[in-house]
T-cell receptor, first 112, second 118 residues
Framework: GNSVTQMEGPVTLSEEAFLTINCTYT??????LFWYVQYPGEGLQLLLK?????DKGSNKGFEATYRKETTSFHLEKGSVQVSDSAVYFC???????????FGTGTRLTVIP | GAVVSQHPSWVICKSGTSVKIECRSL??????MFWYRQFPKQSLMLMAT?????????EQGVEKDKFLINHASLTLSTLTVTSAHPEDSSFYIC??????????????FGDGTRLSIL
């Protein structure tokens, strides 16, 4: 079946530090992969996505590369800001499916 | 861009009350909408898939008589938590996908409804 395993948090970083949040998945076929972000008090927003192997999704300085050989979609950012403090969810949608499978979320706190 | 509107954003009510949450796709049609539940510090869990004009499909362990879903039009799905109790307190989020934009497009999420049952 489909599942997403995400690095547990919380993660606390200083401003301008490098961020990696690990995400691995299990799926049949070729799923689409997503990172969603939930800022405090708000709903989910799509951060980036990748729909096939070796695709790199990027947005707001965040990047993630769809690695089929390692079944991973790790989220990275070279220099985090205080405004990046949020909960980040890795998600998967199976090929031909509609609904999403989510990881448990990773809370990121960036301190000045 | 495509927007999903969810209402209300916050509900506080007494135990035994039924609460209705609306989910609207504002500028696209969604034959399918999804209802998720998020417990504190946990991930989103899919509760049910709402299908326009037909019965919703519930995930294992979700009581369909407890969480009534109605998807009467292509832009509106409602979730009614019947006779809510404190254990139903949670964050409920709906989502929808504009099927006309292609299978690779992501879902659009509402802002969620925080339900607190006293």
């Amino acid at each position: 079946g489909n599942s997403v395993t995400q690095m547990e948090g919380p993660v606390t970083l200083s401003e301008e530090a490098f961020l990696t949040i690990n995400c691995t998945y299990t799926a049949t076929g070729y799923p689409s992969l997503f990172w969603y972000v939930q800022y405090p008090g708000e709903g989910l927003q799509l951060l980036l996505k990748a729909t096939k192997a070796d695709d790199k999704g990027s947005n707001k300085g965040f990047e993630a590369t769809y690695r089929k050989e390692t079944t991973s979609f790790h989220l990275e950012k070279g220099s985090v800001q205080v405004s990046d403090s949020a909960v980040y969810f890795c998600a998967l949608r199976g090929a031909g499916a509609n609904n999403l499978f989510f990881g448990t979320g990773t809370r990121l706190t960036v301190i000045p | 861009g495509a927007v999903v509107s969810q209402h209300p954003s916050w509900v506080i009510c007494k135990s035994g009350t039924s609460v209705k949450i609306e989910c609207r796709s504002l500028d696209f049609q969604a034959t399918t909408m999804f209802w998720y539940r998020q417990f504190p510090k946990q991930s989103l869990m899919l509760m049910a898939t709402s299908n326009e004009g037909s019965k919703a499909t519930y995930e294992q362990g979700v009581e369909k008589d407890k969480f009534l879903i109605n998807h009467a039009s292509l832009t509106l799905s409602t979730l009614t938590v019947t006779s809510a109790h404190p254990e139903d307190s949670s964050f409920y989020i709906c989502s929808a996908r504009d099927l006309q934009t292609g299978a690779s497009q992501p879902q659009h999420f509402g802002d969620g409804t925080r339900l607190s049952i006293l």
